[in-house]
């Protein structure tokens, strides 16, 4: 980081602006640590600085170090101001996590020296986090980087003092590390740690890898300012903000980032480094010891995730104008799914039902007011559900009531100044509700509940809320003086060359005295908030969809991985996404099948639906000017997304376990192979839907065999869903799969149950009142178990657990709890029995050997169980 020009402190409404920022941080000596204070579950400290360098801007002469041990997994670190005045995520957006034991009773232990202050985190032997200079490597040298495509990047000045952030060569001067000091000034923290070479650590998103799943540890940078990157880059920030990292060794652990601020955090060979735009360092560490426990630790952090309604399950699909231009068109979609026997859940609206794309109107040109009501109400009549978008800027217009019922309570964002701030999105000039007003809620859940009044819409699609904003300012709105807010010391890696540029200026006005710039990262999220408060009204289980995303998003809304591309390495691209979103406690994730920008080839659509059929979200989403990739469109593609939707549906008991697992303890529907298998060490080309079922889709173009990891620990077998045959490995743990067009390999794992509706119906209302299956595998020694949740799949009423143990040719159904189960199960299918079955027995009920399959050992029994009630089957 080189020198750069000294600026004179000066005074803009308060305001301080361009403070003396030199860059050079390599003669900090830090802070001394001083009057500790350590009891049996915290410490107390103070920090004051040892001589004020000001690099980035005005350094805090006094912190204050407060030390938790919060439960025997979660030790809290947290070091502020002692005046108390940089900005804290509030209580009611983000609440902190709480708790207290014992350090004694604590896997993590704090560790630290006086002077100059660093401290390390260890469990048991081993350093996890370590702040300590001497032990973290450091890189004058700036690395070159490279556009998306490959090309240099372009030069970027800093405006203010002619300081290159990236040279004329392409090199830049923020990845060098020449020292690795605490810094704590108003608009600039930074923290490093060191870690092991190589490294595995996975997080830090949202953000589409180069490397994958797994971050690289020679250089990633990691970017949190939440942006419509217009599309989906690679390797920069995305649509949203998550400071939490899973660090993969021998054990696992996590750490997470309790701070809206922009930041980048920077990954070099042996080093991680916080350089975060204000606040504090409130830091939490989870000890694991397995990755599933760190992300199951973690959801203390963010909160559990939100039960589904039953039919966010479904399958979705929309399209930004062509056919869904139209009430009409959109119907005729609708009926083309039908007559092509497809099922369709969910119908989807974009701008198309607006008027002027303003929200909550209705286009009279093709979405008049009567008639779009009657069609949702023909929806429901077939048992479908309708969702339309909502984007968050609120169009300027005089004699829209949204807008003028809004600025008569000066709901909206507002300058410097005290003015409405005024941007450019879909219906031209537009302005911003402002989430820390006392009335914005209020007005918010007004006009969604006027519009629902309207159109009897089943959920909200909630977009562009990073916020994104198209022109700052809007023509014909004055340029606004600038303050250090807006230009801060240290540039993050934003994407745009400005944290103003496509968003609100950081330096806007928010009703609570905050500013635009400390809770960016959270705009977003605080508007699921706000219209969750409002569908609660409506139902239980409100269903959001949103793209801005920040922790705790998943306590509310479901989340889609933002405007991919029609290209089999956007389709690939799709599995670190969904992943990514299981760590952060957000499952309900998914992309736009098929791509949003661009024209699916038959052959990308029909692997690609099949391969989102096994995502939680599950939507085909396109843009304007695209060509159409509804499924009937293709003879083949119909065949393949019926058969995986109708296996989805079947799914259904399963995937509504797996969410309600994810409600109670945190636990990821979806999760990598290394997980629960510790030896693989491949990252993204598979995954496991729970721990039952493994997913190994055909990623290539022209690929008709896929080769894929069988991991077989502890006697693991792995049978292939639908045909019931072994996979057998090779040496390496891997097999070759035959995969033609039209087919995904998925295998269920050895010792699993796998509860069922046996018939899929066109809509899961309609399939939920089905009878029940099972699908049980036995493992070597003839066991299998799982425990099933069953409730209504709307409301947060009574559930009933099902727990299923397999073992000596028995099958013990143990049934507790006060939902009342309106369905049988009427069918078991047993896989990997030794002899075919001469004696069925089940009590005094019908229990009966209806198929055998000898070359895969598979029986088929009918049953008639209440699984209100426990039972027993038997067979000899």
């Given amino acids: 980081m080189s020198r750069g020009i000294p600026h004179p402190q000066t005074s803009f409404n308060g305001l301080l602006v361009m403070p003396y920022r030199s860059r050079d941080i390599t003669g900090y000596a830090g802070y001394n640590l001083t009057n500790v204070k350590c009891g049996k579950t915290s410490l107390t400290g103070e920090l004051r600085l040892t001589a004020a360098q000001h690099a980035f801007g005005q350094d805090i002469d006094e912190l204050v170090l407060l030390v938790e041990a919060q439960d025997a997994k979660r030790l809290h670190v947290h070091i502020y101001d002692k005046a108390e005045k940089q900005y804290q995520i509030p209580q009611d957006v983000l609440a902190q996590p709480t708790g207290s034991v014992e350090f004694s009773s604590c896997d993590l232990t704090f560790n630290y020296e006086h002077s100059p202050f660093t401290f390390w985190i260890t469990r048991g032997s081993e350093v996890l986090f370590d702040t300590r ?91 949190m300012w939440n942006r419509d990157s217009g599309g989906s880059p690679t390797n920069q920030t995305l649509y949203g903000s998550h400071p939490f990292y899973l660090d993969v060794r021998e054990q696992s652990h996590g750490v997470a980032l309790r701070n809206s601020h922009g930041m980048d955090v920077i990954m070099r060979s042996g080093v991680l480094e916080y350089r975060i735009l204000g606040g504090t360092l409130d830091l939490y560490f989870f000890a694991g010891p397995t990755p599933l426990a760190v992300v199951e630790q973690y959801s203390a952090f963010t909160g559990k995730p939100t039960q589904m309604p039953y039919w966010a399950f479904g399958y979705h699909m929309l399209r930004w104008e062509g056919a869904f231009k139209t009430i009409d068109g959109v119907k005729e979609v609708v009926e083309n799914m039908r007559k092509a026997d497809i099922p369709y859940e969910v119908i989807w609206s974009d701008l198309d039902h607006m008027d002027g794309r303003k929200n909550w109107t209705c286009n009279p040109d093709g979405f008049e007011p009567l008639k779009f009501r009657e069609f949702v109400e023909w929806l429901h009549d077939h048992h479908q559900r309708f969702v339309p978008l909502v984007d968050v800027a609120v169009g300027k217009v005089e004699g829209y009531a949204p807008y003028e019922d809004g600025a008569q309570d000066d709901v909206f964002v507002h300058t410097a100044d005290g003015s409405e701030f005024v941007g450019r999105v879909w219906p031209g000039a537009t302005v911003f509700p402002d989430w820390t007003h006392s009335k914005t809620i209020e007005w918010w859940t007004k006009q969604n509940a006027k519009f629902h009044a309207k159109v009897p819409f089943d959920g909200l699609w909630l977009d562009m809320n990073e916020p994104a904003n198209f022109s700052n300012p809007a023509p014909g709105v004055p340029v606004l003086v600038e303050d250090n807010l807006d230009s801060p010391p240290y540039a993050v890696h934003d994407g745009w060359k400005g944290l103003k540029r496509m968003s609100i200026n950081p330096s806007a006005k928010n009703a609570d005295g905050s500013r635009h710039y400390h809770m960016h990262n959270t705009y977003g999220y605080r508007e699921n908030l706000a219209t969750r408060k409002g569908l609660l009204e409506l139902s239980d289980r409100p269903f959001i969809l949103s793209r801005s995303s920040f922790p705790g998003l998943g306590q509310v809304s479901a989340h889609w991985l933002g405007d991919n591309y029609s290209t089999w390495q956007s389709m690939r691209d799709s599995i670190q996404g969904v992943l990514q979103f299981q760590l952060y406690q ?29 995502y939680p979200f599950y939507r085909n989403h396109n843009a304007d000017g695209a060509g159409d990739q509804f499924p009937y469109l293709w003879p083949g593609v119909a065949d393949a997304t019926r058969k995986v939707i109708k296996a989805r549906y079947s799914l259904l008991p399963y995937w509504e376990t797996l969410f309600k697992e994810a409600h109670l303890h945190g636990t990821p529907p979806l999760r990598p192979l290394f997980f629960d298998f510790p030896s693989v060490k491949q990252y993204d080309a598979q995954f496991l839907v729970g721990s039952s079922l493994l997913v190994t889709p055909v990623l290539h173009e022209g690929a008709t065999k896929v080769r894929g990891h069988f991991p077989s620990d502890n006697g693991t077998q792995w049978r292939h869903w639908w045909t019931h045959e072994l996979v057998v490995p090779g040496n390496d743990g891997t097999a070759e799969l035959d995969a033609p067009l039209g087919e995904i390999p998925v295998h269920v794992r050895s010792g699993s149950v796998v509860l069922i509706y046996n018939e899929p119906k066109y809509t899961l209302k309609e399939t939920r009142e089905g009878s029940y299956g099972l699908v049980i595998h036995l493992n070597a020694e003839g066991e299998a178990q799982s425990v099933y949740h069953v409730d209504d799949g709307l409301t947060n009423g009574p559930c009933t657990t099902v727990e299923v143990r397999a073992s000596g040719g028995k099958i013990a159904l143990l049934s507790s709890g006060d939902y009342n189960v309106p369905t049988l199960l009427t069918s078991v299918k047993i896989l990997n029995v030794e002899n075919r079955p001469v004696a069925v027995r089940c009590g005094d009920l019908c229990c009966n050997l209806s198929q055998w399959e000898g070359k895969t050992g598979t029986a088929w029994l009918e049953t008639a169980i209440d699984l209100n009630k426990s039972a027993l089957i038997a067979w000899a």
């Fill in 586 to 614: 957000v499952p309900m994730t998914g992309p736009d099948a098929c791509g949003f920008a661009g024209t699916a080839t038959e052959e990308l659509a029909n692997r690609w639906l099949q391969l989102a059929a096994f």
């Fill in 133 to 223: 200079p001497s032990n973290i490597p450091i890189y004058k040298d700036a690395v070159k980087v490279t556009t998306t495509g490959g090309t240099p990047a372009e030069p970027f000045t800093d405006p203010d003092d002619d300081i290159p952030f990236i040279d004329a060569d392409g090199n830049d001067t923020r990845t060098r590390m020449p020292a690795h000091p605490l810094i704590f000034s108003d608009q600039y923290i930074q923290l490093s740690t060191a870690l092991p070479s190589p490294a595995n650590i996975f997080g830090l998103g949202e953000v589409i890898s180069s490397s994958g799943f797994r971050r690289d540890d020679e250089l990633t940078i990691a970017t």
